[in-house]
Nanobody
Framework: QVQLVESGGGLVQAGGSLRLSCAASGRVLRTGTMGWYRQAPGKQRELVASITSENNLDYGDSVKGRFTISRDNAKTTVYMQMNSLKPEDTAVYYC????????????WGPGTQVTVSS
C-alpha cells in the first residue's frame, strides 16, 4: 500500500503564488507517474500536471505557463509551484500516483483546498 499526503494549500489573492507538496510513503515504486488533479464544485476532476519517472511533463491547458511540476530525486515527493493564480484555479487539489507492480496501482491523496480570491 501507498499513502499520499498533500500540503501547501490555502487562501491567496489573485495573482499570488502557492506551492503544493505531496509525499508518498509505503511501497512506492520509483517508476511510477505522479501528478496533481483538481476538482472545483460542480465540475469533474481534471488533470493539472503530471511527471513521469523519466521527467516527462504534462500540463492542463489552463495552467500552462503558470504552474510547474517537479519531483525529488528519490521520486517519492512531487511539488507544484503555482504562480499567477486566478479565481478559477479555486478547487480541491489531489495528489495522484500511478505505478505498475503486479498490476496497475492508482493512489489518491485526501486533497488540499486552494482558494483564490479576486
Amino acid at each position: 500500500q501507498v499513502q499520499l499526503v498533500e500540503s501547501g494549500g490555502g487562501l491567496v489573492q489573485a495573482g499570488g503564488s502557492l506551492r503544493l507538496s505531496c509525499a508518498a510513503s509505503g511501497r512506492v515504486l520509483r517508476t511510477g507517474t505522479m501528478g496533481w488533479y483538481r476538482q472545483a464544485p460542480g465540475k469533474q476532476r481534471e488533470l493539472v500536471a503530471s511527471i513521469t519517472s523519466e521527467n516527462n511533463l504534462d500540463y492542463g491547458d489552463s495552467v500552462k505557463g503558470r504552474f510547474t511540476i517537479s519531483r525529488d530525486n528519490a521520486k517519492t515527493t512531487v511539488y507544484m509551484q503555482m504562480n499567477s493564480l486566478k479565481p478559477e484555479d479555486t478547487a480541491v487539489y489531489y495528489c495522484n500516483l500511478v505505478q505498475y507492480g503486479l498490476s496497475c496501482e492508482n493512489y489518491w491523496g485526501p486533497g488540499t483546498q486552494v482558494t483564490v480570491s479576486s
